[in-house]
């Protein structure tokens, strides 16, 4: 069996943030709005912190929904006031008719214990006022009960109408609050390619933007990886926790350790042959730099590869 000797294994790959975040267009709740218009943008590459501003869309109409939503909400809720207090007053002034009838009746029955002492003719207009008391009461009990109770559907009509509009002030609201977007993370902006008038490009302030699209995302530069495509034979000399130098090809100066994290196990197959495979390779660049950035080309070199012989060796 031939001696094994030490080689450089060169591989390449793209350049990857671990931790992202993507941005879309926010969509908004019981609306249906082609597009969206950006009047402020963070700029490309700039760095920001959790909690600034990255982007807000022109929120006008929405303001003005809300605005809108609140004053009939507070009309509605000013109409339930008044229609409380007048059922107020109508069941005070109806709680003393009914009083004033129980009285009558209790004096109609004070004469009725006198009807000895009475003539025919005032004892008969004594049981009549009696029984038109005891009837004017009755009434007035029955309809009580009727006023009350269509009162209450009245006024409660009305709250069902003022809930539901605090309801659609609140999504207007929320929808204004969705014009803003924040940052979730500290991190860089970088930019998606969307397509803009027929063409792929990158959102600027003054663009249109389709509710859902994303179009920005914001990176960690401080955790960056680079997946790289690895084919069989190279992929037996490979083993997790190797070393390897990264440099950017952008940057001849600029270079980095990198660590073999994680190999994929299945892969893929070839677009010529289904018995060749290809295996993803993800490995970890351990520093930072201000210009180590996402979507960078970068050249992987593994030195002390075994070519030939046992790969374990």
């Not at 339930?80 to 002034?93: N, P, S, T």
């Not at 009558?104 to 004892?123: G, H, P, Q, T």
């Not at 008969?124 to 029955?142: G, I, P, R, S």
């Not at 530069?221 to 069989?232: D, F, L, S």
């Amino acid at each position: 069996m031939p001696a094994a000797t030490d080689v450089v294994l060169r591989l390449k790959g793209i350049t990857a943030a671990v931790v992202t975040q993507s941005v879309q267009a926010p969509r908004l709740a019981g609306q249906t709005v082609p597009t969206l218009t950006i009047t402020r943008l963070a700029p490309a590459g700039s760095r920001v912190k959790k909690g600034d501003l990255l982007v807000e869309f022109d929120r006008q109409d929405q303001l003005r929904d809300a605005i809108d939503k609140q004053a009939q909400a507070v009309d509605l809720n000013q109409q339930v006031l008044q229609a409380q207090a007048k059922e107020d007053a109508a069941r005070a002034k109806d709680e003393t008719e009914m009083v004033q009838a129980e009285n009558a009746v209790k004096k109609a029955r004070l004469e009725m214990n006198k009807v000895e002492l009475l003539s025919r003719i005032d004892a008969e207009k004594a049981q009549e006022d009696l029984d038109e008391a005891v009837a004017t009461l009755a009434q007035l009990k029955q309809t009580f009960e009727l006023k009350r109770k269509a009162a209450l559907a009245s006024i409660r009509i009305l709250e069902i109408q003022r809930d539901r509009m605090r309801e659609t002030m609140l999504h207007a609201q929320a929808n204004a609050a969705l014009m803003q977007i924040h940052s979730p993370i500290n991190g860089i902006v970088v930019f998606n390619s969307i397509w803009k008038t027929g063409r792929p490009g990158l959102v600027q302030e003054g663009d249109q933007v389709r509710p859902g699209v994303p179009f920005m995302q914001v990176v960690d530069p401080t955790r960056m990886e680079v997946p790289v495509q690895v084919n069989q034979q190279d992929l037996q000399a490979l083993r997790v926790g190797q070393k390897a130098h990264v440099r950017l090809d952008a940057y001849s100066d600029l270079s980095f350790d990198g660590v073999l994290e994680s190999l994929d196990p299945m892969g893929q197959t070839g677009d010529f042959s289904d018995k060749l495979r290809t295996y993803t390779a993800m490995f970890s660049i351990q520093g930072s730099d201000p210009r180590l950035m996402p979507d960078l080309s970068a050249a992987l070199d593994m030195e002390n590869i075994s070519a030939g012989g046992d790969p374990s060796q």
